[in-house]
C-alpha cells in the first residue's frame, strides 16, 4: 500500500480540498436556497432537501464546490441546522426579554438560557434575557458563566457575562 501511495504514477490524481472559507460560502448559499424553498423550520423535511439536491443537479455550470454540496449534502444540512438552531434560540430569548416583566419566566428559562450560553446556541440573546430577569437565579447563572478561561462557558460568552453582571448589578440596585 505505501509503494502506491508514494509513486505518483500509480496512484490517480488527488485534489486539495477547498478552503473552509470557500466551502462554506457555497454551505451558505445551499442553505439559502433550502431557506427559500422550505422557508419555515417545520418545512425543512429530508425529501425537501432530496428535491432541492435533484434542483441543484440540474443547475446549469454548477461550479465544483457546488458539486461538492450537492455530493455532501448531509454535511450542509448539519450545518444549516446549526445555524436554524442559532436563529430560533436567538429569537425566543429576544421575545422573552420584550415582556414587561421577564423576571416570571425564570423557572424554567434561567436553566434554558445558562445551557444555551454553555453550546453557544443564541448565546447573545441568552445572557440579555438574563440580565433582564435581575433576580438571584439569573444572577447566579451568569456569575456560573461568567469565570474565564475554565468555566462552562467559552471566552467571548463569559465576558458577555461579566459584562452584564457589571451592567446590571454594579449599582447594587438589583
Not at 428535491?51 to 461550479?63: F, I, K, T, Y
Not at 434560540?89 to 450560553?117: K, N, Q, Y
Request: aromatic residues 8%.
Amino acid at each position: 500500500m505505501t509503494v502506491f501511495l508514494n509513486d505518483p504514477e500509480l496512484t490517480p490524481h488527488v485534489p486539495q480540498p477547498p478552503s473552509p472559507g470557500l466551502l462554506w460560502h457555497v454551505w451558505e448559499e445551499f442553505h439559502q436556497a433550502v431557506g427559500k424553498s422550505m422557508p419555515r423550520t417545520g418545512d425543512v423535511t429530508w425529501s425537501g432537501v432530496d428535491e432541492l439536491v435533484r434542483a441543484w443537479r440540474g443547475r446549469p455550470q454548477l461550479h465544483p464546490l457546488q458539486r461538492h454540496v450537492v455530493r455532501h449534502v448531509e454535511a450542509a444540512m448539519l450545518a444549516m441546522i446549526a445555524s436554524l438552531r442559532d436563529d430560533i434560540a436567538d429569537s425566543v430569548f429576544r421575545w422573552l426579554a420584550l415582556d414587561p416583566d421577564p423576571g416570571g419566566f425564570a423557572d424554567w428559562a434561567v436553566g434554558l438560557a445558562e445551557r444555551c450560553v454553555t453550546e453557544d446556541i443564541g448565546a447573545d440573546a441568552a445572557i440579555e434575557l438574563l440580565g433582564a430577569m435581575g433576580g438571584p437565579a439569573a444572577r447566579a447563572a451568569l456569575q456560573r458563566l461568567s469565570v474565564k478561561p475554565d468555566g462552562p462557558a467559552g471566552w467571548e460568552n463569559a465576558e458577555a457575562a461579566q459584562g452584564m453582571l457589571f451592567d446590571r448589578w454594579s449599582d447594587g440596585t438589583r
